[in-house]
């Protein structure tokens, strides 16, 4: 059973800080901030979950069935992560590629402390527990003073794939392309730092600042952090409505209202990024379809622009009905990973991605988010994101783009640095080589 209490708050802004830094003491967090991004599909403002009750970690052999289980046995709020290793329990896919940082390729846990922000008021929902636990641990939160302190430790980031050694592997894909193999895949490097000591909670304070996106998330798991700042969403279930959002497209954003404007509206007009786009919403239709009720799947919205503050965004939003006969996981199962990180087709354009990347991805390009206890769900893309083993002082970000016919190597590669541009600045010194 879980004790549920209600509480207005004076300043949201102020609060969640102050309930993200008071977490920081818990083994098992997850905080899901909308940063009051306008959107269509959303039920919180923020959601914080803490301190596992039950859990469940695995590698991706027979993952989807052993979290399908999990959920259908607590049949409460879950909170975790698929990382886009998972491939493997689906397909006949590999991941050999070096990993330096070391997270199981699936997490859940069952929170004993959940809170729920909508506008000013807070929902705080504790598993086993009383009334004055929650009262004080409320007293405690709105009472913490954020100590804002950087760690002392300069960490210098490096690219795992040289610029020229990135023309050499886009020119490689092309060469897919032009055969016939595959139309379109999502080519991916790494930036990363040995030795690195950083302080997750400010890491994430100033990437959140910078980015302001829909689907931020701070992560820990004992030793292991994820700092995001995605603007994407995977996939959500509300009831029989199934919603994806994937993101293909990305344009500068200027100082100047008139060069902004003017990126925004090139951006729209771009045929190769509206093409990227068109063939990432046909891939994602064809994945939907596998769990709809027949004739369901609809395109709501195609190549809308959207304004964050690092960049402008081609956002497409694709929507179906779940038929009865499968479960919420199956979903999941049947459309992971995002077509936007993967290409079309999608098997094949993971095979070659996984020979020419030189890097595993983790969780980078997996997934976030949460399950209510009636089966509904809301997933992020983990993409500009920081990665953090505490416990090995690996840091890791990855960034990647489309890679179509019309591609020009060098621009991609351009593409890649703005991508990379929030998390670079966040980490400060950079060195490329």
Not at 3 to 24: A, E, G, V
Request: proline share 3%; aromatic share 12%.
């Amino acid at each position: 059973m879980r004790t549920l209490i209600h509480k207005s708050i004076q300043n949201p802004k102020l609060f969640k800080q102050q309930l993200l830094f008071w977490s920081q003491q818990f083994r098992e967090i997850i905080y899901l901030d909308s940063n009051d991004y306008p959107q269509d599909y959303s039920s919180y403002d923020c959601l914080v979950a803490l301190d596992a009750f039950t859990s469940i970690k695995t590698d991706y052999h027979n993952a989807f069935e052993d979290l399908k289980q999990y959920q259908q046995t607590t049949r409460d709020w879950l909170f975790g992560y698929l990382s886009y290793d998972l491939k493997n329990n689906t397909e006949s896919l590999v991941s050999k590629n070096f990993d330096g940082l070391g997270f199981p390729d699936l997490f859940f846990f069952q929170p004993k402390k959940l809170f729920l922000l909508k506008g000013n008021q807070v929902e705080i929902q504790y598993l086993n527990c009383c009334d004055d636990e929650v009262e004080t641990d409320f007293k405690e939160i709105i009472e913490t003073e954020i100590a804002r302190e950087e760690l002392a430790s300069k960490v210098i980031i490096q690219q795992r794939i040289s610029k020229e050694n990135y023309l050499e592997k886009v020119t490689k894909v092309l060469e897919h392309i032009h055969r016939g193999d595959i139309y379109e895949a999502n080519f991916c490097m790494e930036f990363f730092a040995d030795n690195a000591i950083i302080n997750p909670f400010e890491k994430f304070s100033t990437l959140n600042a910078i980015s302001q996106p829909p689907l931020a998330v701070f992560f820990k798991n004992n030793k292991l952090f994820l700092l995001s700042a995605t603007p994407e969403r995977y996939l959500r279930k509300e009831g029989e409505n199934i919603i994806s959002q994937p993101i293909k497209g990305t344009s500068k954003r200027f100082l100047d209202p008139i060069a902004d404007e003017k990126s925004k509206n090139d951006l729209a007009l771009d045929p190769k990024e509206r093409s990227e786009n068109i063939m990432i919403t046909d891939l994602v239709r064809n994945d939907l379809s596998k769990t709809a009720q027949k004739g369901s799947v609809e395109v709501k919205e195609l190549c809308g622009i959207y304004s964050f503050l690092q960049v402008h965004q081609m956002i497409t939003t694709i929507t179906s009905k779940l038929d009865a006969q499968y479960a919420a996981i199956d979903v999941i199962k049947t459309s992971f990973p995002m077509g936007s990180m993967t290409g079309a087709p999608k098997i094949e354009a993971m095979k070659i991605i996984e020979e020419l990347e030189e890097t595993k991805r983790g969780l980078y390009s997996g997934a976030v988010g949460y399950f209510t206890p009636s089966g509904d769900f809301d997933f992020n893309v983990v993409i500009r994101s920081i990665l953090y083993n505490q416990e090995k002082k690996y840091v890791s970000f990855s960034v990647g783009s489309a890679i179509t016919s019309q591609s020009v190597p060098e621009k991609e590669y351009e593409e890649c640095l703005l991508k990379a541009k929030a998390m670079r600045e966040v980490m400060k010194s950079i060195n490329t080589n």
